[in-house]
């Protein structure tokens, strides 16, 4: 049974928790291409998925392009996609940002001093459940993201385009200038757990709800684009029903995987990684190593193809 505070921490870092136990992962990895006029490309870019601790499994990816020495021209994200191509867009390479995962997920006690609030505000700055949310995205990311993290979007090493939702217009945002964390907690805001963040007049949610895995906003004219989603979903039958919360988590799994087996039918990037983490779940932060484990073999294979794609050794 997961321990109270253990719960606590995983819907602090998830903005919301799921009970269902993870099982083993898938033990193979798909990668598809679409074929396409080499002539006019010119390196590539690259669109990290959302999907909470399932999002971990891009790490090894990201280990992938500096192993092979390569840089993408753009990234785009998604949620926690967008969190861990912030920080790989503001110069933390893919092992130290492994680092930092573990050490936050692994030392729980650590983790939840930071969630101390050292500079004059009180915990009802970061919990309060009278806003539209319990959690404050902002302030809780300013406590568990590192000091590396770029203040603004024209200090990243790397372009980084972030995808949010309008809750009013029901619509996609593409979030590219500007202050950087609050951009990313507007992808990462998950309803009824992280408040909405209002920026430039508009009311953003998480960006799951229009475009799960967003490598349809990147330049396909003039890069190869790589597609890394994370949306699979196999959940393990119990003999009991699903609680609310476990439906209500559950239901988002199924929506994403939905919304991006959908858009595949429609347009495709030149390389498609579907990472065989479907029988985890996105409250699984403290199985970061497990995530990372079940995703390693998934970095060769990756390395091949895109080698492949860009004619490089």
């Not at 321990?3 to 898938?26: C, H, P």
Request: charged share 20%; glycine share 8%.
């Amino acid at each position: 049974m997961i321990q109270r505070r253990d719960l606590m921490l995983s819907a602090i870092a998830a903005g919301g928790a799921v009970l269902t136990k993870a099982g083993k992962a898938a033990a193979s990895t798909k990668v598809s291409h679409q074929p396409t006029d080499n002539s006019e490309k010119n390196g590539f870019v690259i669109a990290l998925g959302g999907g909470a601790a399932k999002a971990f499994a891009h790490i090894p990816i990201l280990e992938a392009l500096d192993e092979l020495g390569v840089e993408p021209a753009e990234i785009a994200g998604t949620s926690m996609g967008a969190i861990l191509g912030g920080l790989y867009a503001s110069g933390m390479s893919g092992l130290e940002i492994r680092k930092y995962g573990i050490e936050l997920f692994t030392q729980k006690t650590q983790l939840f001093q930071k969630l101390f609030l050292k500079d004059g505000r009180t915990w009802s700055s970061l919990f309060n459940m009278v806003r539209p949310a319990i959690i404050e995205p902002t302030v809780l990311f300013e406590k568990i993201f590192p000091e590396t993290l770029a203040d603004n979007f024209s200090e990243l090493r790397i372009p980084l385009r972030i995808v949010a939702t309008d809750f009013y217009t029901q619509s996609q945002v593409i979030l590219d200038e500007g202050p950087l964390l609050p951009a990313i907690a507007a992808s990462s805001a998950l309803p009824m757990l992280l408040t909405p963040v209002e920026i430039n007049g508009r009311v953003l949610i998480d960006g799951g709800f229009v475009n799960p895995t967003p490598f349809d906003i990147l330049d396909d004219g003039k890069h190869f684009t790589i597609g890394v989603d994370v949306t699979g979903t196999d959940f393990p039958r119990t003999s009991n029903l699903p609680s609310g919360m476990e439906t209500w988590i559950g239901s988002f799994s199924i929506t994403l995987n939905s919304l991006v087996t959908a858009k595949l039918q429609c347009v495709h990037p030149d390389l498609f990684v579907d990472l065989p983490i479907e029988t985890y779940s996105p409250m699984d932060f403290f199985r970061i190593e497990d995530i990372l484990a079940a995703a390693e073999p998934a970095k060769e294979p990756f390395k091949r193809e895109l080698a492949a794609l860009l004619d490089v050794n």
